[in-house]
Structures are given as structure tokens and as C-alpha cells.
């Protein structure tokens, strides 16, 4: 009969075993956890599978945006001022300091700590608020339309596919936020947590290069 | 080999109860809701099949008004949209689909688990794909069929050479097809990396499942840059932005990079699946393991990343930097090694096997034939001066038919043949098939060689009619001859699969005695795939795993509970209960269509059918209550989940 | 290869020092590609025969390793004959090469050529003349969609692209009448956008030239002044040119001589009375989707609108 047990306390993983009456051995895996954090959950990789498709859309658009660049004389074109420096880096803050919040629930998650939880996804959905309206004037301050010419259109279109994801992470968050007030909860509830966490990082960080785009790019290149 | 007195193991498990968890609820609303990857797969499969003969009509049509110079069967604009429509349907309602259907069918049998994961979100899929189905048909039946072409170039497709809504139909069904593309992509790759039964490491995964691990890595990677063009010309079509506006600041060439840089990918995305194929039967019906498992598992990997610098081999003839032109010139000469290498490792296993010629290997044959000729020319096409003579002539239809029909197609039919016994529990006729393959491999010759001829001689893509003194009538009349011949041979192919699933012979567990883990249960699986989940010794663990090989005991059988496993070595990590039959993925599929639609006619439709869209997410999301599944209702005092960082952790259930 | 001299245009009958090149390229290409056709399906044939005899993993190893070995090196050789290739034909070079700007339009030619001296650019559409043996290099574009220039017995083709203007070389080395067709797809008449490269000698190219550049002739007899009047008192002058006279559309093709044209609507139809007066009347009905609209005139005015036509050498 062979076994196999972990180092840790009483905790067992899986047990193969030959069991008497027959040839056969068994692996049982009755005493598994129904359920893990991190890369161990199958969410994960599968918000992973996410930020993946959503990283690349948004590198071949900050492509889109250089290879224009290479085929205008202007950039932007003339009479037209770069974006307004002030709401970009505003939210630019407010996107890097939602990672306090973010990053203190993720750790409530981790410790199955339902109140901490609640109260850190709720001050995250206050800073997701805060970030999607500073995006308005974001908008309000590009210094050009949409319509006006290509430079124009991909600038709205990296602020734009930017501001789905914002808008998404808040409404989702919202969502999940809602789910630690009213319930059901239970444990993998909290996993669900962490992993939105997650997601939440990559909308905050992929703001890095494409405010570098948006507002340096005309500026110092 | 496996030992036909091998001792099956006691029935620990009790099937009936097994049955009553992993069944769907019986008639309509178990059709609607069903989250089993099997019928998911197989209503894929059949939706798929249909365009596919849908696409040969079109193409048929093409082939008719050809036949004969100056004919006036069809006029230009119907013309177009007949080439347009063709293309487009059987790049994306056909070619993609199929192959990511037998993935959804085949990888979770193949890794010995009992469903794929995420599957809601497999399910969803579906319906999108079902959606852009009707968004590309539909309007072709309403005279608004796309006419620009399948790779819509601009400015062509603008708004002001073509202001009808026929670009806008073509843009918003990229969408469709994109997003139901990338749903199964990240659950194929996630079941691979997590779902895979103990003892299945890395170097013991069958080769079809590798194929399809990479053929959904590159559609991670490939599809957003489709995304991103279709948005960008629909925005330039219905919003007035100018990305392809040359007056306005935009670029003509913009759409081809950022098409190509999908397009290319796309061919190997189609392509990769047939490779795995290929290997998979070479493997089972020469009776040993495949020759040089690393050398093809690198050959697939490594034709995944070549594959993604090849894209402006398509732009040659747009008088680019001669730098650049080499630099992809010797790329796209560079991804025939690997293929080669897979071609050698074939042979090689063939050579030391003990071959079974059998229908499904009959058309592995073909695909040897007409995929190498394909290969060949496409040698000839990365070759700058040469590609700029025949570059956008019927050299390049010959080409890409001898590799997408003979890369995919012949090695499609061949896995219809070698599946089918698996997935309806009978036999296919082997005379019927023969039949079949030889009527469609010689119309297949007859239709396209002669094409690479009319191509050196000066006949252009995508021309609706020809002069009648430019040579090209004789080779456009045998064609229309080997479309008769390939129409024959799919008819052949209807009535045996119509008369096997009435009448055929019951197929046994497995009939070719073949290796991977699908064969190791019934035909067709039940709805819980194995009775027992087996652990795997070997990469073919039915000719490798010793007769004492440990099955997997313990999970439950009162609620869909799954194995999830390490992504390096498949060691047993933790237990996943597994999603009920659903109602959401429909009624999400439903938003998300009314959202693509409705875009098409005005902006605000992104506003409004966000609301349902949201709603139905979050209906999708909300769990269930615990009651008497539950792990651990609140309030909760401490956590037990582990942790990445810890081993795995045991509790009671 | 004779063969190919049965066909209207051939890649396989070269006519120019580029299109051999590449034709010498093809069939290099072509017997390497059936050699190796033959030697794999070869090679299958005999594993499928081979039947399970003891072949150690050594050997097959050392048979799939030769076999890549041998891959990489074929394809390394068509690599060097490629870039050789292209190096070849990028430039006939020369200061005696003749300039033409050409310039792509739904669905007809726009040919310009260049001259030091403004006053001598020659304008005309949907033919080419060019000096056998001299060098020609084309600056293309387009005025819309993206079309493509394609002589298949002269030169590969390139791509006309709106916002963009490339130069590609081409030569004729014997005096015929080649053909080119447009092969990017750029709408409904895709199929009928093609145009006469004529290659000729020296004297005969530059005499054509200079009968181009003088502007079109007085009518003489009182049916052609009436065909005048007609062609500038109606809609044609919203597109067409006819220089030395009022007429100064550049939407269409310049008709300033276009009775001397070998055909019609871009290479579409024969440049006969009956074949012209069907397409002043009723385009749509010859090329339907083509930018011209139809002109309804009675028989008179269209007799006297040929008549006046057909003096335009």
C-alpha cells in the first residue's frame, strides 16, 4: 500500500492506494479542497486569457497610433493642441492610487475576511467613480474631435477602448460588491475577489503607456 | 498495444447516479441550457458543415458564370458579393469553427476530464457564432451581401466607394465570429493547463491537443488585430472618424497591416488543427507511438510564432522598402521547415509502423498530395519578383485552396470518418468513403491545378468575366467539370454518414484500437465522459498505461464535481464544482447580438443594449445558494482554500 | 515558350528583361518543387509499403535530420536566386528612361508623361506607348480605391494606392502590342479596367508623342462642328477634356485623341463607330457600375457627335 502525505500538519493530498479485494489501485482524491487561490483557481487563468486579447488589442493600437504618426507631417496637425495635460495625469493618479483599495481587498480576500472585504471593494468602487468621471473631462480636453482627421480619431479611440475598460471593471466590481452585501457568500466567493483584483491591476497599468501615448507622444516625439 | 483481456476495474463509481448529475433536462430546455461540451460540439460541428456546403454553392455559382467567357449568368455586383460571401464564409463561419468544434468535442476526453472548462462560456459562444451566421447570410439573401472582398480593403470599403450597408454587415460579423473565437480559445487552453488527468505531464499530452493549445494561442494573439480593423472601418463608415481617410490624415495601407497581421495567423489557425489531425491517425494506424514527439510538438510551437511575422508577404506588390521585403521574404520561407519537419516525422513513423490503410487514413493520403503542392507554391509565393507576376492572379485561389482544403479539409474528412464511430456510436461505410474520397481528390485536382496555370497566364482575382480571346476559356471549363466531381464526392460523404446514423454498424469502445484517452470509453461517452477518470502513464495511455494504473476515485457523484490539476506535471491540485444547465449564456448571446446589430444602424444601440447585456451577465454570474452543495455557508471564520504558494489542502466535503 | 504567346497576357512570355528574369525564377522554382514532390510522395509510398520492418530510431533519425538538413539548404539556394533576382530587376537605372505618371481611377487610366519642360507633358488615358529597348519607369497612384498595374509579359505588378506615389521599372524589348489589366480588386468593374502597353521603335514612339501633345484638331466638315457643339453643350464636359477647346473635365479620361486609342472604356471594347456609339449612349448597359452615366441623344446629334469624335487622331 503506498501513500502520500504532505508535511503539513494533518492536511492530506491525494492518496493512491491498492485496495485489497482487487488488482486495481485507486487514486483518491476525496480529500482535495473544493477549490483554490490564486493560479490555482481555473478563473484565474482564465481572467489571465482576458487581460492576453485586451493587452494585445491595445498594443496593436498604440501601433496603429506610431504608424499614423509616421505618415502625417504634423502630429497633431496644425492649430491643434496636444490633450490638456491636467485631467490625463489627474486620473493618472487617481488610477494608480486605486491600487491601495485594490490591493487591500485582495489581501481581505486572501484571509477570508468578509467585513474588510466589503469595506475595501466599496472604497475601490468610490475611486472607480472618481476615475471614470475625471475620464469626462478627459474627453472634454483632448483639444480635438474624433471626426476632425485620423489624429484625432486615434486618439478617442486609445482613450475610448480604454475608458470600456474602466467603465466595465466599475460595473463588474459593482457587481461583486453587491454579491459581499447580499449573498450568497461562501468561501470561493472570496477567490471570485481576489481574481477581480487582478483585473483591476491591468486596468490600472495599462493606463501607464497609453497616457504616455495620448499626452507625451505629440509632445516629446 | 492494449491487452484485449486487460481486467477492467470494479464499478466504484455508480453510473446511474452519474448519469442523473451530468444529464442535461430532457427535450427543449435541456437543448437550450445544455453546458455538456459534447452537444455544444456537435450542434458546432453540424452549424458548421451546413456553411461549409453553403460556401461550395457560392462557389459552384462562381465556377458556372466563369465557364464561359463574357457569360452573362450573373452581373458584377451580384458577382461580387458571391466571391465576397464565399470567402468570407468559409475563412470565418467554416474553417475556424470546425476545428475549434472538434477541439471543444475532443480535448477534454483527450486529457480525461469530465467537461471543458468554462462552459457557459462555450456555450455562449455558440449562440454568437450561430448569430454571425445569420448576420453574413441573411443580408446576402436581402441583396446586402458583403462585396468588397473578404479581406475588405480600403479605401474600398469605405463609405464613400461602398455606401451601402453591405461593409457594415461584413465588420459587425468579424465581431460575432471574433468573440465566439476567443471564448473557446481561452477554454481550450485553460482545460489543457488545469483539467488534465494525473500522470499527464507536459511531454504526455497527445499531439491533437498541442495542436490545439496552439491554434488557440494564436488566436489570442491574432483575432484582436481583426477586432481593431473592423472597429476602426465601422467607426470610419458610421461615425465619421478617418482612419483610412487619405485626405484626412489616415492610411490605405493601415487596414492591410492590421488585417494581416490577423490574416496570416488566421491561415495557420486553420492549418495547426489539421497538422494535429494528421499526426493523430498516422499515429493510430501505423500502431506506434509518433516518431519524434518533440521535434512535432516544437514544429507546431514554433510555426505558431513564425506565423505572426509573416503578414506583409501579403504587400508585396505595394512597393514597400526592399529591407522589409526581404525580412519576410525569408520568414515565410522559413516557416516550410518546421512543416517539412512534421512531413518527415510522418514518414518516419509510417516507415516503422505497421500500416492499416482505412477510409480516415485514405484521406491522410490525400492530404500528403494536395497539401505539399500547396506548401510548394507557397514557397514560390514569398519569392518577391516571383509573387509580383502572380500575386492577386488565380495562381494565389490555386494556392490557397491546396493549402486550406488540403491542409484542413482532407484532413477533416478524415477525422469525421475516424471520430464519427466515437461521437454517434456506429460505423461509417468504407466503400462509401473511398468512393467518396477518390470522386473528391480527383475534382479537387481538376478544379484548382489547372488554376495555377490560368494565374502565370494573366488572369486576374476576382473577376466577374474574361475576354474570349485571352486563352483562359478551356482551363475555366475543365473546373467547372471538377466541381462536379467534388459536389459528387460530398454527396457521397452525406449519404454515408445519413446511412450510418440509421443503419450502420454499432461501433465498439474503440474500433481503430487507437491510443488516446476519447477511445477509452463508450461510443458515443455518456454525458459524464468516464466512469472512472483514469490516470495516464504514457503518451498513449491506452498501449502504455500497465494494467494496475491507479483510476480516480473519490470525487462526488451527487453534484458535477471536476479534478483540477497542476499545470506542470497534472498532479492532483484541487476539486471544482462544475456549472448546472443555464439559461444565461442564451440570454447573454441574445444582448450581445441585439448590441452588434443594432450598432450597425446607430451608435446609441451600444448604450442601450448594454442594459440587458449587463443584466444578463450578472445573471449568469450570481450564484446559486450553497444549501446542501455548499462548501461553507457564511459567516466564515478562516480560511481553507490554499493558497499558490501552499500544497494541496484537504477537508472534509 | 510558344504556348504562352497563344494567351492575350502571359507571365511565361516574356517580353522584357525583368519579366524573364522572373520567368527563369518560375521555372527554377517549378522543377525544384517537382523534384521535391516526387521524392516525398516517393518516399511515402515506400513507408506505406515498408510494412513494420525493424527500422531502429537511430536510422530514422538520421533519415528525418538529412531530410531537414536538405529542406533548409534547398530553401536557402531559392532564397539567394530570389534576392538576386530582385537586386536585378529593381533598377534599369538610365538617364534616358522614359517618366510616366500613372494614375488610377475607377475604373480607367489616367496616363501622364513627364517632361522637363511643363508645356510638353503629354495627357491621355487607357493606353501606354513606350520605346522598345529604352528603360520606362512609372510613378504610380491612385485618384480613389487601391488598383494595381499589371503587364504580365513586361513586369510584376504594383499596387496603385491613394496617398501614396512608388516607382517600378519596366522595359519592352520587342515591338508589340502588350496587354495590362488592373488585378487589385477595386469594385464593380474590377474586370473591365485594362489598357494597351504598346511597344514600339524609337522613331515611330516619338512621333506618337509628339501627335499627342498637340491639341485636338479643328473640325472641317459641318457634321464634326456639329458634334463639337453637342459633346460642349452637354454633361461630358463635366468629366472629359478635350484640349483646344472649352471642354476641361479631368474626372473622366482625356479624349483629346481618343479616336487614335485601340479601344474603348479601358480596354473593354474595340474602338469602332458602332462600338462607340453604344457607349457614349448607354454605358451602364456595356460596363455596368462604371462612373459614366448613360446620354440620351437623338440619332442626328449622336451621328454628328461620332462624326466629330472620330477626327480626334
Known amino acids: ?221 | 498495444m492494449r491487452d484485449p483481456d486487460h481486467e477492467l476495474p470494479p464499478v466504484r463509481e455508480d453510473p446511474e447516479q452519474l448519469e442523473q448529475t451530468w444529464a442535461d433536462p430532457p427535450g427543449l430546455v435541456g437543448w437550450i441550457t445544455t453546458v455538456d461540451h459534447k452537444r455544444i460540439a456537435t450542434r458546432y460541428l453540424v452549424t458548421a458543415f451546413a456553411m461549409f456546403l453553403l460556401g461550395g454553392v457560392l462557389a459552384s455559382l462562381m465556377r458556372l458564370q466563369l465557364s464561359r467567357p463574357e457569360n452573362t449568368l450573373f452581373g458584377p455586383d451580384f458577382y461580387n458579393q458571391l466571391f465576397t460571401t464565399h470567402g468570407t464564409n468559409m475563412m470565418f463561419l467554416f474553417a475556424v469553427p470546425v476545428t475549434q468544434a472538434l477541439g471543444i468535442y475532443l480535448v477534454p476526453l483527450m486529457v480525461g476530464s469530465r467537461n471543458i472548462a468554462f462552459p457557459r462560456m462555450v456555450a455562449y459562444s455558440y449562440w454568437l457564432y450561430l448569430g454571425g451566421c445569420l448576420m453574413l447570410w441573411i443580408p446576402f439573401l436581402l441583396n446586402t451581401g458583403p462585396d468588397m472582398g473578404w479581406f475588405s480593403y480600403t479605401p474600398l470599403a469605405e463609405l464613400l466607394y461602398t455606401p451601402t450597408k453591405r461593409a457594415d454587415v461584413w465588420a459587425q460579423m468579424i465581431t460575432f465570429t471574433e468573440v465566439a473565437g476567443l471564448a473557446v480559445a481561452v477554454a481550450i487552453v485553460v482545460t489543457v493547463l488545469k483539467l488534465r488527468a494525473p500522470g499527464m505531464s507536459l511531454n504526455r499530452i497527445p499531439i491533437f491537443v498541442w495542436g490545439m493549445v496552439v491554434q488557440s494561442f494564436m488566436i489570442i494573439f491574432a483575432m484582436p488585430a481583426v477586432m481593431l480593423a473592423s472597429t476602426c472601418l465601422i467607426l470610419d463608415r458610421l461615425a465619421n472618424t478617418h482612419f483610412f481617410d487619405v485626405d484626412r490624415g489616415g492610411d490605405a495601407l493601415l487596414w492591410q497591416h492590421l488585417f494581416w497581421f490577423f490574416g496570416h495567423p488566421e491561415v495557420y489557425i486553420i492549418f495547426i488543427p489539421g497538422t494535429a489531425m494528421v499526426s493523430t491517425i498516422v499515429t493510430t494506424f501505423s500502431r506506434r507511438h509518433i516518431f519524434g514527439y518533440l521535434a512535432v510538438v516544437m514544429s507546431l510551437v514554433s510555426t505558431g510564432f513564425i506565423g505572426f511575422g509573416l503578414w506583409v508577404h501579403h504587400m508585396f506588390a505595394t512597393g514597400l522598402p526592399k529591407l522589409g521585403e526581404s525580412f519576410f521574404t525569408a520568414a515565410s520561407m522559413v516557416v516550410a521547415i518546421p512543416t517539412g519537419i512534421q512531413f518527415f516525422c510522418w514518414i518516419a513513423t509510417l516507415w516503422s509502423g505497421r500500416v492499416k490503410i482505412s477510409t480516415p487514413f485514405v484521406w491522410i493520403l490525400g492530404f500528403f498530395w494536395v497539401f505539399l503542392i500547396g506548401g510548394l507554391t507557397g514557397v514560390m509565393l514569398a519569392s518577391v519578383p516571383l509573387d509580383l507576376q502572380v500575386h492577386d492572379t488565380y495562381f494565389v485561389v490555386a494556392h490557397l485552396h491546396y493549402v486550406l482544403i488540403g491542409g484542413t479539409v482532407f484532413p477533416l474528412f478524415g477525422s469525421f470518418y475516424y471520430w464519427w464511430p466515437k461521437f454517434t456510436g456506429r460505423m461509417m461505410n468504407a466503400a462509401l468513403g473511398v468512393a467518396s474520397f477518390l470522386c473528391f481528390f480527383v475534382g479537387f485536382n481538376l478544379t484548382f491545378f489547372p488554376m495555377h496555370l490560368l494565374g502565370l497566364h494573366g488572369m486576374p482575382r476576382r473577376v466577374y468575366t474574361y475576354p474570349p480571346d485571352a486563352g483562359w476559356t478551356t482551363m475555366n471549363g475543365l473546373e467547372l467539370v471538377g466541381v462536379a466531381f467534388m459536389t459528387l464526392g460530398v454527396i457521397l460523404f452525406i449519404v454515408d454518414a445519413w446511412s450510418s446514423l440509421r443503419a450502420g454498424v454499432a461501433a465498439s469502445d474503440d474500433p481503430w484500437q487507437a491510443g488516446t484517452l476519447e477511445w477509452a470509453t463508450s461510443s458515443p461517452p455518456p454525458a459524464y465522459n468516464f466512469l472512472h477518470p483514469l490516470t495516464v502513464a504514457g503518451r498513449e495511455p491506452l498501449w502504455d498505461n500497465p494494467p494496475d494504473q491507479p483510476i480516480v476515485v473519490g470525487l462526488r457523484s451527487d453534484v458535477r464535481d471536476v479534478l483540477v490539476t497542476h499545470v506542470m506535471d497534472a498532479e492532483p491540485d484541487h476539486r471544482v464544482e462544475f456549472p448546472e444547465p443555464t439559461k444565461w449564456p442564451l440570454l447573454t448571446a441574445l444582448s450581445t447580438s441585439a448590441l452588434f446589430v443594432g450598432s450597425i444602424f446607430t451608435a446609441w444601440a451600444v448604450v442601450y443594449c448594454a442594459v440587458p447585456l449587463f443584466v444578463s451577465m450578472t445573471g449568469w454570474f450570481w450564484p446559486k445558494h450553497p444549501g446542501e452543495t455548499g462548501t461553507q455557508a457564511w459567516p466564515i471564520a478562516h480560511r481553507t482554500l490554499p493558497m499558490p504558494s501552499e500544497p494541496p489542502s484537504g477537508r472534509a466535503a | 515558350m510558344t504556348v504562352a504567346a497563344a494567351f492575350l497576357q502571359s507571365a511565361l512570355d516574356p517580353a522584357g528583361p525583368q519579366a524573364a528574369h522572373i520567368a527563369r525564377l518560375w521555372w527554377l522554382l517549378f522543377w525544384i518543387s517537382a523534384g521535391v514532390f516526387v521524392l516525398v510522395l516517393a518516399f511515402l509510398a515506400a513507408a506505406l509499403r515498408h510494412r513494420g520492418a525493424q527500422t531502429s530510431e537511430r536510422r530514422l533519425t538520421f533519415g528525418v535530420s538529412l531530410a531537414t538538413t536538405v529542406t533548409v539548404v534547398v530553401l536557402f539556394i531559392i532564397l539567394g536566386v530570389t534576392m538576386w533576382t530582385e537586386r536585378v530587376n529593381a533598377t534599369l537605372g538610365a538617364s534616358s528612361a522614359v517618366t510616366i505618371e500613372l494614375t488610377g481611377h475607377q475604373f480607367w487610366w489616367e496616363v501622364q508623361y513627364d517632361a522637363a519642360n511643363p508645356s510638353d507633358r503629354v495627357t491621355t488615358a487607357n493606353e501606354m506607348h513606350i520605346p522598345v529597348g529604352r528603360p520606362v519607369v512609372l510613378k504610380v497612384t491612385s485618384r480613389d480605391v487601391i488598383h494595381s498595374f499589371w503587364a504580365p509579359n513586361l513586369q510584376g505588378k504594383r499596387d496603385l494606392i491613394p496617398g501614396y506615389t512608388t516607382a517600378i521599372w519596366l522595359q519592352a524589348d520587342r515591338p508589340q502590342t502588350f496587354r495590362a489589366q488592373c488585378a487589385e480588386f477595386c469594385g464593380r468593374q474590377h474586370a473591365h479596367m485594362a489598357m494597351e502597353v504598346v511597344a514600339e521603335p524609337e522613331a515611330q514612339y516619338e512621333q506618337w508623342l509628339a501627335a499627342r501633345k498637340a491639341p485636338a484638331r479643328e473640325p472641317t466638315d459641318a457634321g464634326a462642328m456639329r458634334g463639337r457643339e453637342v459633346f460642349l453643350t452637354r454633361q461630358c464636359v463635366l468629366c472629359h477634356r478635350i484640349r483646344g477647346t472649352l471642354a476641361a473635365g479631368l474626372v473622366g479620361p482625356d479624349l483629346t485623341h481618343v479616336a487614335s486609342r485601340g479601344t474603348l472604356a479601358a480596354g473593354t471594347l474595340p474602338n469602332t463607330t458602332g462600338h462607340l456609339a453604344g457607349w457614349v449612349v448607354n454605358p451602364q448597359a456595356l460596363k455596368p457600375g462604371s462612373q459614366m452615366p448613360d446620354n440620351e441623344m437623338t440619332s442626328e446629334e449622336l451621328q454628328s457627335l461620332l462624326a466629330y469624335l472620330e477626327t480626334l487622331k
Open chain 1, 1 to 221: 500500500m503506498t501513500s502520500r502525505q504532505s508535511a503539513v500538519g494533518s492536511r492530506q493530498s491525494a492518496v493512491v492506494s491498492r485496495q485489497s479485494q482487487s488488482s486495481v489501485r485507486t487514486l483518491d482524491v476525496s480529500m482535495l479542497a473544493p477549490g483554490g487561490f490564486g493560479h490555482r483557481s481555473l478563473m484565474w487563468w482564465g481572467t489571465l486569457g482576458l487581460v492576453l486579447i485586451e493587452g494585445t488589442m491595445f498594443a496593436l493600437a498604440i501601433g496603429a497610433y506610431f504608424y499614423l504618426r509616421s505618415r502625417n507631417t504634423y502630429w497633431p496637425p496644425q492649430n491643434i493642441a496636444p490633450p490638456d495635460l491636467t485631467w490625463g495625469t489627474l486620473n493618472l493618479l487617481v488610477l494608480l492610487a486605486s491600487a491601495v483599495p485594490n490591493e487591500l481587498a485582495k489581501k481581505a480576500a486572501e484571509h477570508v475576511d468578509l467585513r474588510a472585504v466589503r469595506v475595501w471593494l466599496v472604497v475601490c468602487l468610490v475611486f472607480g467613480l472618481a476615475f471614470n468621471l475625471v475620464r469626462v473631462f478627459e474627453f472634454l480636453h483632448l483639444n480635438v474631435t474624433f471626426s476632425n482627421d485620423a489624429y484625432g480619431s486615434i486618439v478617442w479611440l486609445l482613450l475610448g477602448l480604454h475608458t470600456v475598460h474602466i467603465a466595465t471593471d466599475v460595473a463588474d466590481t459593482g457587481v461583486l460588491t453587491a454579491l459581499m452585501f447580499i449573498g450568497p457568500v461562501e468561501e470561493k466567493r472570496f477567490v471570485d475577489v481576489q481574481e477581480n483584483a487582478v483585473y483591476w491591476y491591468f486596468v490600472v497599468f495599462t493606463w501607464l503607456p497609453i497616457y504616455g501615448v495620448i499626452y507625451w507622444a505629440p509632445r516629446i516625439i
